[in-house]
């Protein structure tokens, strides 16, 4: 097992860059780039990095040169042979060759489009443009590179004792988590940490932490490298961005109230009727529900990421209920913000009336909130969202509307179009 302490006190021999592969990323990005490589490969689009924790000054933190460097080794990666093998050849879902041959020549020729970086304010300016297939590869090396330049900003001036205190009390914080994890039954769990880790190494402790604590209870990891590497399943579907570009690129406002469902449509024919799990906040989960064709009801499931988790739950056993459908058959994925109490909590709440499952980030792979003075580890919200498409601005409403992403007088439109109704702010902690 690696010693985290020591490579993170001699990082500075450049043996760690932060990404160490271009499939060192979530898995839904590549599942996601390769239906996006299909029905929408010349659309352009321009991702952001947005700190919703103002109050983390990461200018202020972050060596400007440093993260060129880190950035600019990402260009430079390219897949191994390895790594194409792994993916063409690789049973994922109960699917052997999950991506085509034509996509999977696109990815081993690729090369991350360019960045563009300033200061302003304390904070970094990152964003990226281009087609949508090779620019939207970016969110996940650009998010997992500032949080760890954030956290080797910090332990830059602890001692090697200090480093070695340090992730021993971090590691039996996280090993308590497992115990308290291993009394429920049925638990189903995967992790979904790499874009706001502490560092790679953390992750891939934590994952081994996991599978030694849970055994077939931790059913794999988002990050494709670890899932390799570590003989895992890779877990993923689809994520916000896909409606929120279909949704900038409509022309009326009845396309705009139908492109979440196209997303769908695109989706359920990219994969043949396999990963159908539907994710319904982007605006507004009891709209999206609502409006949802028939033919949706009969997928496999839904992920809640935002608002009210027991309530987005039930709101979705109901509409299954209203369409014929047994609630027991269906799987929830909680995703949104979890830590361990509020694992046990859903589990309780849920377990026997639906399947479910957790897809467990942040507090998995980046809890060391009061592990050092003034707790500058603790983990923050940090983002790299879609922000424009054909030049057009693409918003999320959320459930959660500190959550909301764009332009106020889009965000306005968007509400208008979709009839959303009141909705209740929550803390976005992570």
């Known amino acids: 097992m690696v010693d985290i302490a020591t490579r993170v006190y001699n990082h500075k021999w450049k043996i760690d860059p932060i990404v160490r592969s271009l499939i060192d990323t979530d898995f839904y990005k590549l599942l996601m780039c390769q239906s996006i490589f299909r029905n929408r490969p010349d659309t352009l689009v321009q991702f952001q990095l947005i700190n919703r924790s103002t109050d983390i000054r990461l200018a202020d933190l972050i060596d400007e040169g440093e993260l060129r460097e880190q950035l600019d080794h990402v260009r430079g990666l390219r897949l191994t042979r390895g790594e194409s093998t792994w993916l063409r050849g690789n049973t994922f879902y109960g699917k052997r060759q999950m991506f085509r041959p034509d996509f999977m020549e696109f990815l081993e020729n690729l090369r991350l489009p360019p960045y563009h970086l300033e200061k302003r304010d304390g904070q970094y300016e990152l964003t990226f443009e281009g087609k949508w297939p090779e620019v939207m590869l970016w969110e996940i090396p650009a998010l997992a590179i500032l949080m760890e330049l954030r956290s080797r900003a910090v332990l830059e001036t602890l001692g090697r004792f200090e480093l070695q205190v340090l992730y021993a009390r971090a590691m039996t914080r996280l090993w308590e988590k497992i115990e308290v994890l291993r009394t429920l039954p049925d638990l189903l769990i995967a992790d979904f940490g790499t874009r706001r880790r502490h560092s790679f190494l953390w992750q891939d402790w934590a994952v081994q932490a996991m599978i030694e604590g849970l055994g077939e209870r931790f059913t794999g990891t988002s990050n494709c490298l670890i899932a390799m590497r ?32 196209e997303v769908l449509a695109d989706w359920h024919e990219e994969h043949d009727g396999n990963l159908r799990m539907i994710l319904p906040d982007t605006y507004g989960t009891d709209v999206f ?10 997928w496999t499931g839904i992920r809640i990421d935002s608002g009210d988790p027991a309530r987005g739950a039930e709101t979705a056993i109901r509409w299954w209920q209203d369409r014929g459908e047994d609630p027991k058959k269906k799987l929830v994925i909680f995703s949104d913000g979890l830590d361990v109490q509020k694992i046990v909590e859903l589990h309780h709440q849920f377990h026997g009336r639906i399947k479910v499952s957790f897809g467990w980030g942040t507090l998995l ?3 060391f909130r009061g592990l050092v003075a ?18 057009r601005p693409t918003v999320k409403l959320s459930d959660n509307p500190a959550k909301a992403t764009g332009p106020a007088d889009e965000i306005a439109r968007y509400r208008r179009v979709f009839d959303v109704g009141q909705q ?4 976005v902690v992570v």
């Not at 003034?374 to 030049?391: H, I, M, Q, R, Y």
């Not at 209740?424 to 803390?427: F, I, K, Q, T």
């Open 230 to 261: 570590r003989d895992i399943e890779a877990i993923g579907t689809n994520a916000h961005e896909l409606p929120m570009v279909y949704a900038a690129l409509a022309n009326t406002d009845k396309e705009l109230r139908e492109a979440p469902y």
């Open 289 to 298: 529900l609502k409006g949802a064709p028939d033919w949706l009801a009969g």
């Open 365 to 367: 792979t980046n809890d």
């Open 374 to 391: 003034g707790d500058g580890l603790a983990p923050f919200s940090l983002v790299c969202k879609a922000v424009s498409a054909d030049g």
């Open 424 to 427: 209740s702010r929550m803390d």
